[in-house]
């Protein structure tokens, strides 16, 4: 039993009775109104406290803590690193190069066209409990890296100094690049799947990333200022709401889970117990336009699979029922009031369902990443 | 609004000193115990030659090296000297001579009487491992509990191959405790009616007594201040005349049981009315046949039907107790009814407007209690209380 706790990927499966996962499960199963067990709407997170800049040294750092006393903290550092040439990278920056001389001003164009390399940052998750090479911390740090390497803006009309995306910012010139290492490190115990703290977390770590100003030019040897006043932000922050709109920010990852036709976000431990589906949704701002776009879907194993089913009163012996309605147990049929393991895939109009409502004007997506762009910075 | 992201609460929490008038066990110091204000340090120390830190102090801190002192609980003396050294993190406390240390936070010590509600964590060959939050699991032996139908006779090997139908892994039970063993641990017993597996209902677990009643004490001091950053952890379930009763809720939920395990595990649960259990089968069942019947169900993990309406009643109340333990109020029935009251009111004095628009579950549900409406519904306790 421990060993398939390991396996699964969800944190580990808590003790749950089948009474109180059926309960769980009709309740969050009602039609339209789920109720949830602390009265949160389906779409409603915990509440949760942020600060940025808390680690002196680090480039850019978060904590950000629930409600419920975990608690993360991201801490991002910056290198600089020569550049392994690699066919794709040299041959682009040396179109850069030759463009170089007309474009003094356009800094960012003869970096729009260098595109930087997705294991240029590097992603370390520490969670207490855990080995760093057990299947939890190196599952998230991959579901969390991923759409952060991969999220480039599709928009012509985008900022030109984040157009190659993250990694096309991390590009010095040809010869040297940034690497950025970002440690996430989970303070508590995981009591529910941490997926989306960390995710947070590391979004506004990155949102208060600085990078020293570079001094030297084109293809010169790095050179940077040591005013640290001076430093520009990873992700280029604007004062003006509507621009920074419109900006490339990191991705967040939400986790959502689906029970009966019910569709909810950031889960507790004891509902992720229940759910039928538990997805990892990447969303960030499309560079170009205002709209959202998923980057990634990942789905995660929910733990409900391992749950111990309950016994219908007829077929317990200890019920003295069981005698008087035997006949009556069919196999395989539903008893209201039951738990039975959820088995099985996920429908398609429920996935659409979830992407929807991350997706849609006004939806989950954008007021998370309103509400991380609300937390003042530095 | 999905999401509330707020500014980093500084822990400003300021801890019961012993010295203080509101919680004073220095009944009859011989040595005269105030505080030298004018101290730089960070712990005041007392008058020099007792030597006694104030405030919190830590595991492993010596509390005072003067042999005048005994040592109380929390407490342990090297034998080959005179100081008193702390063992657990905690305010120190002095009664005439006799030094102890309250801890902050403790888990629940197990005393014969409790009820407890636990969940089965191992099963053995003829009990049943149980966590109470104790620092020891407690057992059950198959011995202690009712054998469905309420038969009395001698536990077979038949039995113990099927203990898994009265318990498995998982599985609540709310028990009594019976005897504590010399390690702390305890064995619990469910002879009774009222005891047994639970279902039907929401599972809760907060802070417990952690083994001594400070809790009420320490806590209503802190609240007392008004201060919004109230310290967290100091409430909790604490031992009480009534820790079962039934909740004739509002918005038509019906009744609902709510169990206070003196450990600080808590089941609320729709009420079991033992009535159709009985019509079903038979409609003339004699008194001494009703307890069989009763206890026929004793074992079922199959939930009844129960309406949406108790299903959000139970959520309030289960909401109500976060509020208060997150509060740092003590759990017992008298906080859980006002806040259960109060959160009713709060619902009336918001009023309608913003229930009706958030179509689509939008926005903030409107039975979440906690944030605004948390700090409205301390007030009304406190109020009461």
């Known amino acids: 039993m421990s060993a398939q706790r390991q396996a699964s990927s969800a944190s580990q499966t808590p003790h749950i009775s089948p009474a109180e996962l059926s309960y769980l499960w009709s309740s969050l199963a009602l039609p339209n109104n789920p109720i949830r067990p602390d009265g949160r709407s389906p779409t409603q997170f915990r509440p949760l406290s942020a600060e940025t800049d808390i680690l002196p040294g680090t480039n850019g750092s978060a904590r950000v803590g629930f409600a419920d006393g975990t608690q993360a903290i991201v801490g991002v550092k910056a290198e600089v690193e020569k550049t392994v040439a690699a066919a794709d990278v040299s041959s682009l920056s040396q179109r850069a190069q030759e463009q170089f001389g007309e474009n003094q001003d356009g800094e960012g164009k003869s970096s729009a066209t260098t595109t930087g390399h997705g294991s240029w940052v590097q992603m370390s998750i520490e969670i207490p409990g855990y080995r760093d090479d057990d299947a939890l911390p190196v599952f998230l740090s991959e579901m969390m890296r991923e759409p952060l390497v991969e999220s480039v803006s599709s928009g012509g009309n985008a900022d030109g100094e984040m157009a190659g995306g993250l990694k096309g910012r991390l590009v010095i010139n040809r010869r040297w690049h940034w690497r950025l290492y970002i440690d996430v490190l989970l303070l508590s115990q995981p009591l529910s799947y941490p997926l989306p703290l960390l995710s947070l977390t590391t979004h506004l770590a990155l949102l208060s990333t600085k990078l020293p100003k570079l001094k030297s030019l084109g293809e010169e040897d790095p050179f940077f200022d040591d005013d640290w006043d001076a430093a520009e932000y990873l992700y280029p922050r604007s004062q003006s709401r509507l621009a920074s709109a419109l900006q490339l920010r990191p991705p967040v990852t939400l986790l959502v889970i689906s029970v009966g036709e019910n569709v909810i976000f950031d889960p507790s431990r004891d509902e992720i117990a229940v759910a039928d589906t538990l997805l990892a949704i990447s969303v960030a701002r499309d560079g170009g336009s205002d709209a959202l776009k998923v980057l990634s879907i990942r789905t995660v194993d929910p733990p409900s699979r391992l749950t111990q089913p309950g016994m219908p009163n007829a077929e317990n012996p200890a019920s003295l029922e069981s005698a008087a309605v035997a006949e009556q147990a069919v196999n395989g049929e539903e008893i209201p009031g039951v738990w039975r393991p959820r088995r099985g895939g996920v429908k398609r109009n429920t996935v659409a369902k979830m992407v929807k409502l991350v997706l849609q004007k006004g939806g989950v997506g954008e007021e998370v990443l309103e509400g991380l762009e609300g937390v003042e910075v530095g | ?385």
């Open chain 2, 1 to 385: 609004m999905a999401i509330t992201i707020l500014p980093p609460v500084a822990d400003d929490v300021s801890y019961p000193d012993s010295d203080g008038d509101s919680m004073s066990m220095d009944s009859d110091g011989g040595v005269d115990l105030t505080t030298g204000g004018s101290r730089p340090h960070k712990r005041p120390r007392l008058v020099a030659g007792t030597d006694i830190s104030s405030g919190v102090i830590t595991p492993g801190e010596v509390v005072t090296d003067d042999p005048q002192w005994m040592r109380g609980h929390g407490t342990y003396t090297n034998p080959l000297s005179t100081s008193i050294i702390a063992t657990v993190a905690g305010t120190v406390q002095k009664t005439n001579k006799l030094l102890s240390v309250q801890p902050l936070r403790a888990r629940y010590t197990p005393e014969i009487g409790d009820l407890v509600v636990g969940r089965i964590v191992e099963v053995q060959s003829r009990r049943w491992k149980v966590d109470v939050a104790a620092p020891l699991l407690a057992q059950l032996p198959l011995s202690a509990i009712n054998l469905p139908g309420g038969i009395l006779r001698r536990r077979t090997s038949a039995d113990e191959l099927q203990i898994r139908t009265f318990f498995s892994e998982g599985d609540l039970v709310v028990a009594e405790v019976q005897t504590v063993h010399s390690d702390g641990a305890a064995s619990l017993h469910t002879r009774s009616l009222k005891y047994g597996k639970l279902r039907n209902g929401v599972f809760l677990a907060v802070t417990g007594t952690g083994g001594s009643g400070i809790s009420s004490s320490t806590v209503k001091g802190g609240i007392g201040a008004g201060s919004t950053t109230v310290s967290s952890g100091a409430g909790g379930v604490v031992r009480s005349r009534r820790q079962v009763w039934t909740v004739n809720t509002a918005n038509g939920g019906g009744d609902v049981d709510v169990i206070l395990g003196v450990n600080g595990y808590i089941w609320i649960s729709k009420h079991a009315t033992d009535t159709p259990a009985v019509s079903s089968t038979t409609e003339s069942v004699s008194i001494t046949r009703m307890e069989e019947m009763v206890s026929s169900s004793i074992y079922s993990s199959q939930n009844d039907a129960i309406p949406p309406q108790t299903r959000r009643e139970i959520a309030r109340l289960a909401q109500c107790i976060q509020v208060l333990v997150q509060g740092g109020v003590r759990v017992d029935e008298e906080t859980v009814m006002g806040a259960y009251e109060a959160s009713l009111q709060v619902d009336l004095e918001v009023g309608d407007d913003d229930y009706y628009d958030d179509d689509e579950g939008r926005g903030e549900g409107r039975e979440y209690l906690e944030g605004s409406k948390a700090q409205r519904i301390l007030e009304l306790v406190l109020e009461r209380g």
